[in-house]
């Protein structure tokens, strides 16, 4: 009883996928507690916490964005030998990974801004 060809490539593509997903996950999951952890250095140490959150979330929205487009890049290269519905989801993944992509740009120039404007601040205060 072997499944018709189509049919084991979806299940494939779909263990693929969901095996990138769940390291991705994994990734941005250890980022997150990685810069929660800085943070948390910061109030222990009683040190610019708000500039070290600023850094800690701009360090850790990098690696979420290499993270969205290795997945991206995993998941495509899994869909690509099924048919007419490897087509779709490789679009699908494309935009989601650009749309997550464009996202955590923003939160990287809002946490650059952030920077500067403390580092501003401080050099106004001292000067």
Known sequence: MNAPRGQVSI?????????AGFRASRQMTGAALAAAATVAAAIR?????????CMATEQSARLSMRT??????ESVAAWRPVPFLGAMARYVFAAVA???VAILSV?????????????TARTERIG
Request: aromatic share 4%.
């Open 11 to 19: 299940w494939n593509a779909l263990r693929r996928s969901a095996a």
């Open 45 to 53: 140490e009683d040190r610019g916490v708000v500039r070290t959150a």
């Open 68 to 73: 969205v487009r290795e997945f991206a890049e």
């Open 98 to 100: 650009s749309i997550g």
């Open 107 to 119: 939160v990287v120039s809002s946490m650059i801004a952030c920077d500067v404007l403390l580092n």
